[in-house]
């Protein structure tokens, strides 16, 4: 009987010590898997950010192209901003899910190693970091085409107090 004692005790032994070598090394992949998946996301809003830039000064070059009809750049704008806030709801929601499956897949263990070591599980930082990013994509197009007026207009403003000439129009050849 102490036979089996002294065995079930040197397993038990040897699996708490496994056990407490691996902690720290599932800790730093989940970490890594958090960050990577960050990075994923803040690439993937500057990507996007860029693809906008050039969705839009390609339909106000063809609006501007138009000698007469009715203006469809605010609306065309408009749905160019919905896809990409929609594309951007899911990324989030699939980084925020890597967060959640990370939190649910740490143990007790886990979760005791992080508060000795002081190590939370890591915050999705992009979203905060490139809020600027996503409330341009979230205001309305009208609020768009009025910001870019007023611009244009104290650039306009600038260069003639400054003698030169006016800015010239938008021209598709120049932009892409």
């Known amino acids: 009987m102490p036979d089996v004692l002294l065995i079930l005790t040197t397993i038990l032994l040897t699996l708490l010590v496994e056990r407490s070598y691996t902690v720290p090394r599932d800790i730093r992949r989940n970490d890594e898997r958090i960050v990577n998946r960050d990075e994923d996301l803040r690439a993937w809003i500057v990507e996007n950010r860029k693809q906008v830039r050039r969705d839009f000064l390609r339909i106000w070059a063809a609006e501007a192209r138009k000698k ?10 408009q749905k160019v901003k919905n896809e990409v806030l929609r594309r951007y709801q899911d990324e989030l929601r699939d980084s925020e899910r890597v967060v959640r499956d990370v939190w649910l897949s740490e143990q007790l263990p886990h979760r005791l190693w992080r508060r000795l070591t002081r190590r939370p599980i890591p915050d999705l930082t992009a979203p905060s970091e490139r809020a600027h990013t996503i409330a341009e994509w979230e205001t309305s197009a009208e609020d768009s085409m009025k910001a870019a007026e007023e611009l244009r207009a104290a650039a306009e403003e600038r260069r003639a107090d ?10 598709l050849a120049e932009i892409i």
């Open 162 to 171: 400054a003698g030169k000439p006016p800015l010239r129009p938008l021209r």
């Open 68 to 77: 007469d009809g009715p203006d469809y750049s605010v609306s065309q704008c």
